[in-house]
């Protein structure tokens, strides 16, 4: 953000959300190995929206995992979470994502853990996350998936719509079931030295697991 302006909801709407979650800036210096790419705001809000509608937000307590810049995690913040954990193992854009929340209107409270996700383990009503793809270390999103199953009875995550199958497979071996599923082309917007594009569209489905 170019200036620090606090960050509200000024009126409880999916778009209004999509609005204020717009200002939270991108990675600076992305890394290739962590699959650092930013949440569309759009899509993100669409999510969280729904997910308030149906009551898995407001009073509750939300771990965002592998949270980046936080989007997941704030969008729950303004729609009046309890608590939220922001988790990350980049030290880097977790201080970024600290100094993020200090400017949202909020009275939910905010902890952050520097770390693996596998080494969290405080307990949650609901995790939200858009871990790695696996394109730099195939199926890197399985811990991800791990930590939520083990941590929480409901779970938000986003994945190639590609491996679709394996995804749903890999839940239900562990006593979940895609109870949802939201279809999107994801932008993945330009943010390491080697892309070409500015924006490039990827199918992804984001899936609502909660424990059969």
Not at 159 to 164: D, S
Request: contains cysteine; charged residues 25%.
């Amino acid at each position: 953000m170019s200036e620090e302006k606090s960050i509200r909801l000024k009126h409880m709407t999916r778009k209004s959300l999509a609005v204020a979650l717009s200002v939270i800036r991108g990675f600076e210096n992305a890394k290739v190995s962590l699959e650092q790419y930013p949440t569309d705001c759009n899509i993100a809000a669409e999510v969280l929206w729904d997910a308030y509608t149906k009551g898995f937000v407001e009073g509750k307590v939300i771990a965002d995992l592998g949270c980046g810049q936080g989007i997941l995690g704030i969008g729950c913040m303004l729609l009046g979470a309890e608590k939220v954990y922001f988790v990350d193992i980049d030290p880097e854009v977790l201080e970024s994502a600290r100094k993020t929340v200090a400017l949202v209107e909020s009275e939910c409270s905010s902890v952050f853990f520097e770390g693996d996700v596998v080494e969290f383990g405080d307990k949650v009503d609901c995790v939200f996350m858009n871990p790695p793809f696996g394109t730099q270390s195939e199926h890197s999103d399985r811990a991800f998936l791990d930590t939520a199953f083990r941590i929480s009875s409901v779970a938000f995550s986003f994945h190639k719509t590609a491996t679709v199958s394996f995804v749903e497979k890999y839940a239900r071996d562990r006593g979940f079931v895609g109870a949802e599923r939201y279809n999107f082309s994801f932008p993945l917007k330009s943010a390491m030295s080697f892309h070409r594009r500015d924006v490039q569209m990827i199918e992804v489905s984001c899936f609502r697991f909660e424990r059969s």
